[in-house]
């Protein structure tokens, strides 16, 4: 036994590994600020997607609103066909019934370049419909894209976040072993073994520590005063009373 481990005063022995502690938190900070970072990039890259997303669905919109004035454009063609049936009706009467030649020509002319103009104004009528469904077919695909992009990101952030919070469980083993680290090599002894036990009286702890009850409880004392243990004492006098684990 240590010739100051009984007097309340002696300077703590410091184990060896309290520099490998510290090193250990330093690197478990530097992957929880690594973490971090790479959580906030994740959700602003969600942001810019889900801003992208809007903007899709507001241009698939557009585009469907273009695609119902296009049926209109055709329900008129349809229209047009009608008239231009009647056209050509008229046509064959004025073939018919024009008496006078010249007059007869031009009135042929006339109802031909309406025909004309007529059935120039179906094909592009049936163009533009075909290209805006082509457009929003591609929305469609773009916005499906982006949600699929959205919800892979929210579950890696939330990997992500899991990871931090393992990390930040063993941050605080590092605290408590660095609190241990500052004082005698029993108190880390009594510790294990309350971890083991959870909650023990002090002369049977400190029987297993291998040291007097005062020993055992001035560090015990010191462990309190850093909240890792709870000294509960049936009364004022009591000399054995029951330790227990903070957490």
Do not use: C
């Not at 094909?123 to 075909?130: I, L, N, P, R």
């Not at 949600?147 to 976040?161: D, F, H, M, R, W």
């Not at 297993?208 to 005063?225: D, H, P």
């Amino acid at each position: 036994m240590a010739e100051n481990e009984d007097q309340p005063g002696a300077v703590p022995n410091v184990p060896s590994s309290a520099n490998d502690d510290a090193g250990k938190t330093e690197e478990l900070q530097s992957q929880v600020d690594e973490l971090k970072e790479k959580i906030g990039s994740l959700e602003n890259d969600i942001k810019n997607l889900t801003e992208n997303l809007e903007t899709e669905k507001s241009q698939k919109a557009e585009i469907e609103k273009q695609l119902e004035e296009t049926k209109e454009k055709l329900a008129a063609a349809e229209e047009t066909k009608k008239e231009l049936a009647e056209v050509k009706a008229e046509l064959g009467e004025a073939k018919q019934a024009a008496g006078d030649a010249e007059q007869k020509d031009l009135k042929i002319k006339e109802l031909e370049g309406k025909i004309e103009n007529l059935n120039e104004e179906l094909k592009t009528a049936k163009s533009e419909k075909a290209e805006i469904e082509a457009d929003a077919d591609a929305a469609e695909q773009d916005v499906q894209q982006l949600k699929q992009q959205v919800s892979e990101l929210e579950g890696e952030i939330k990997e992500l976040k899991s990871s931090s919070s393992s990390v930040n469980d063993l941050q605080d083993e590092v605290k408590v072993l660095r609190i241990l680290a500052s004082t005698e090599s029993q108190a880390l002894e009594m510790f294990n073994i309350l971890k083991k036990y959870n909650s023990m009286n002090l002369r049977k702890l400190s029987m297993q520590a291998g040291m007097s009850s005062q020993a055992a409880m001035n560090l015990l004392e010191g462990l309190e005063k850093n909240g890792l243990v709870k000294i509960e004492r049936a009364s004022g006098d009591d000399t054995d009373p029951k330790i227990s684990l903070t957490n």
